[in-house]
């Protein structure tokens, strides 16, 4: 176990997180913060459920087309 120094109000803010997730510890909000907070390594499913038909439409001018 290991003590760390936060200011009083992210204190305040992990109790609330804490209370909200009905996260046993303090370490446990942190964890999902950071795993949150991480970089994604793939970018699947980053445009919702919108269609290639609905992502390429008007991507060019149809003066651009040969």
């Keep these: 176990m ?4 936060v200011q009083e109000r ?3 803010l992990l109790q609330q997180m804490r209370k909200s997730k009905g ?4 370490d446990e909000v942190i964890l ?5 907070a991480a ?8 445009l919702g ?3 290639w ?3 390429m439409r008007d991507l060019r001018d149809k003066d651009d087309r040969f």
Excluded: W
Aim: hydrophobic fraction near 30%; charge should be positive.
């Design 10 to 12: 992210t204190l305040h």
């Design 32 to 36: 999902d913060l950071m795993r949150n």
């Design 49 to 51: 459920k919108a269609s």
């Design 23 to 26: 996260a046993k510890s303090y």
């Design 39 to 46: 970089p994604r390594k793939s970018m699947y499913g980053a």
């Design 2 to 5: 290991t003590t760390i120094q």
């Design 53 to 55: 038909k609905e992502i």
